[in-house]
């Protein structure tokens, strides 16, 4: 999904985040989303920065969504082959939409190359599916949801294809710890990937568009921590005013570290 085919430097620093220069033009309430795209933007290696349109198409189109697609509730991720995408069906804990990267179109069509429907099962009492996250780690397809109370502890979902079902605790650790982010984050903009070496957690700063903060898995500890083997600070710039900040989207496919917002 990029326009070219540089890896980044053997830093492998990462970033994330949007940029607009105005303070009005922050966070846009929820229920007035309606995505008809993306906004894209990339890594620039060397440097602390996520960059609009950098080795990036700068706007993917969305096709074939539901009429109950819950745009406020998205996650996305890179398998290896495919560039996939997640929405939460409207009013639905357990109902997830799924959509794939076009290569031909060039653009993320549901259903495309995907099972267009997936199922969460077991979910925990106290798990949130106010927003989601998710990644591919080489093996396993991986959704995380926070806890009601404590959106530092993380719930932990792993793919069964047997069942072709997202289940709480398969193959995976079923509760993580997120340590050390900085008081004034924004728990409700969160995103997670996994970059082929580290799994990465990613949180905006409260009343900011530009500025958020990354963690880093520590598996001595199996807990996700703020600086771990991490630029600590990350920021976005020069993301267009019609990105819908309230809902940032990560991934890492094998070369570039990938930020997007739905357009509104």
């Known amino acids: 999904m990029t326009t070219k085919n540089r890896r980044p430097s053997a830093s492998r620093r990462l970033a994330f985040l949007p940029i607009v220069a105005a303070a009005a033009l922050l966070i846009v309430p929820a229920g007035l989303l309606r995505a008809e795209g993306l906004n894209q933007g990339a890594f620039v290696s060397g440097s602390e920065t996520y960059q609009f349109g950098h080795h990036s198409i700068p706007n993917i189109p969305i096709t074939g969504a539901p009429a109950d697609t819950d745009w406020n509730r998205s996650a996305a991720l890179h398998d290896g082959s495919d560039y996939r995408l997640y929405f939460f069906r409207s009013g639905s804990r357990h109902e997830i ?39 591919h780690d080489g093996s396993t397809y991986r959704l995380y949801l926070q806890d009601a109370s404590d959106c530092s502890l993380l719930y932990q979902f792993g793919f069964n294809r047997s069942s072709e079902t997202y289940d709480y ?50 598996p001595r500890r199996e807990i996700y921590e703020w600086g771990h083997n991490s630029i600590p600070v990350m920021e976005a710039k020069h993301f267009p005013a019609n990105s819908q900040f309230a809902v940032p989207i990560m991934l890492h496919d094998g070369i570039d570290y990938r930020l997007y917002f739905p357009t509104r």
């Not at 993580?176 to 990937?193: H, K, T």
């Open 169 to 218: 605790g398969y193959d995976s650790i079923p509760q993580l710890r997120v340590a050390g982010i900085p008081r004034d984050a924004d728990w409700s903009r969160w995103m997670m990937l996994h970059d082929g070496n580290d799994y990465r957690f990613y949180v905006f700063r409260a009343n900011s568009i530009t500025e958020f903060y990354q963690a880093g898995y520590d």
């Open 97 to 135: 939409y799924q959509f794939a990267f076009n290569r031909r179109t060039e653009c993320y069509e549901f259903g495309y190359n995907s099972i267009p429907v997936l199922r969460l099962r077991s979910i925990p009492s106290n798990a949130s599916t106010q927003s989601f996250a998710m990644l």
